[in-house]
């Protein structure tokens, strides 16, 4: 166990803010973590996946623990279906793509999302009509305060539109270290209708794809719209999707007839924040050395050498403004720290 002192945590958050760490450690096991966390002279953690959901504001005063464990393996298989277990530091994208490989369908819709395994039952990851609730069975996960390991099935983690247990009642309490899904051997169930995944695959003559046909025109419609972090510090959607009730939904509409929604329930229906953002007049926007994307109003940039403070000002009078304007609140997606 090698813990470092003022380590840059530049290279671990994906908004690429040189903030630093007091103190640093890797971890590679449960085992690891969990001695760590036994350490008595670091009153203060800080727990750390992959770093692409959360915004970096200040330096951080404690022992960042980097969740770093690796590994997958098929656990069960029968007949339709395939439970396959996944370690919380592997690459969210390169797991998907390894389900792929094995023709093993259900996340396909959720190819290139930055992050890791492990922080993605949190916000319950989402994309193109598919929520990582869809398929999720169950995740390990220990205790901070107490080092003990406990599995969460599904009703137990609460999951809500990217929001989940590990979010809200327990938030800071657990880390996760490994997520069994439950995938399909055959007869995939295909989700095309959402967003331009059924242009792209006409673009390309494809009339009867396959999960990795999916996962390339998510890839293809991705890359097109958003940053590569590793080229522009981001952290993808900045700003949930809020959902407004129908009689608001239809003032705004009186004002605004192209306003773009998706039915959620009887009285209720999600309005994309992106389009308010850009209505507002903050697409392509820059402040320097920082700004809102040009191809994607709901992703935050840093072009190099912005501060989170600077980043999270900007996200405030994007707020401020889409309220005043559209008399609805946005709620960031990341975590600010």
């Not at 969990?34 to 022992?63: C, H, W």
């Not at 003990?148 to 800071?172: H, Q, V």
């Not at 059924?198 to 494809?206: C, F, P, V």
């Not at 959902?243 to 192209?258: H, T, Y």
Request: glycine share 8%; proline share 3%.
């Amino acid at each position: 166990m090698d813990i470092r002192k003022d380590v840059s945590l530049k290279p671990y958050n994906t908004f690429g803010i040189d903030a630093k760490a007091s103190y640093f450690v890797a971890v590679s096991s449960v085992a690891e973590l969990k001695s760590v966390l036994e350490q008595k002279g670091y009153p203060q953690k800080f727990i750390l996946g992959g770093g692409s959901n959360m915004l970096l504001t200040k330096d951080i005063d404690a022992l960042v623990i980097h969740v770093d464990i690796k590994g997958i393996e098929i656990i069960e298989v029968s007949e339709d279906k395939c439970l396959i277990k996944s370690n919380a530091g592997e690459n969210w994208h390169e797991f998907v793509l390894f389900c792929i490989e094995n023709n093993l369908g259900g996340l396909e819709n959720l190819s290139l999302i930055p992050g890791n395994v492990g922080t993605a039952p949190i916000q319950n990851i989402g994309a193109y009509g598919i929520e990582l609730k869809d398929t999720f069975k169950s995740c390990d996960a220990v205790s901070i305060k107490t080092g003990a390991l406990r599995t969460f099935n599904k009703d137990e983690c609460d999951f809500e539109y990217r929001d989940s247990i590990f979010k809200s009642k327990l938030k800071g309490a657990y880390i996760i270290t490994s997520v069994v899904f439950e995938l399909s051997k055959t007869n995939h169930q295909l989700k095309t209708g959402y967003g331009a995944i059924a242009t792209e695959l006409e673009k390309k003559n494809i009339s009867a794809p396959s999960i990795k046909d999916i996962s390339n025109a998510v890839i293809a419609i991705r890359q097109s719209k958003l940053p590569d972090p590793k080229k522009i510090g981001n952290s993808g959607s900045f700003f949930k999707n809020p959902i407004v009730n129908i009689k608001q939904f239809e003032r705004l509409k009186l004002s605004f007839d192209d306003v773009p929604s998706f039915p959620i329930s009887q009285d209720k229906v999600k309005v994309p924040a992106g389009w308010l953002i850009e209505k507002a007049g903050f697409k392509g926007k820059t402040f320097g050395n920082y700004g809102v994307h040009k191809h994607q109003a709901l992703v935050l940039v840093n072009y190099g050498g912005a501060t989170g403070e600077e980043i999270l000002n900007l996200s405030k009078l994007i707020q401020l403004s889409v309220s005043r304007l559209f008399d609805i609140d946005i709620e960031a997606e990341v975590n600010i720290i």
